[in-house]
């Protein structure tokens, strides 16, 4: 179910999307979350609640199934990378935190398989599916 508000100029937008959960991640201090294609990522506020902070429609029309982080050795940077996979959807994030705001940054296209995705893992953490 969506919920839409009517802007000035009289256009629909989207405001709340009600769906469910159907991947869940902690990577550090965030909690990501994976709610039909849409990756939401989460910190902790000073409330001990959980605050939204950046979210984007990531799989375009496939669930999210899975988010698996990796903290590529190679790298001079200790910004995890994120692999984020549904029924035969794949696109891979790092984990921004640097900025003011963190967010998850594409690494590269989405990359559609011709058959569904169970599962997947990063070989001995070197950044490599």
Known sequence: NLQWAINSKMQCESVSLLSPITAL??????LLSGEGAIINLYTLNSTNDYER???????????????????????????PQLAVFGAKGLIVFELNTCAKDPK?????QLLELHDWIWDLQWLENDGEL
Request: hydrophobic share 30%; aromatic share 16%; proline share 5%.
């Open 25 to 30: 991640q902690f990577v550090g201090d965030f």
């Open 53 to 79: 902070r950046f979210y984007c429609n990531a799989l375009q029309n496939y669930c999210i199934h899975g988010i698996k982080p990796c903290w590529p050795a190679h790298k001079q940077t200790s910004r």
């Open 104 to 108: 998850l940054q594409k690494m590269g």
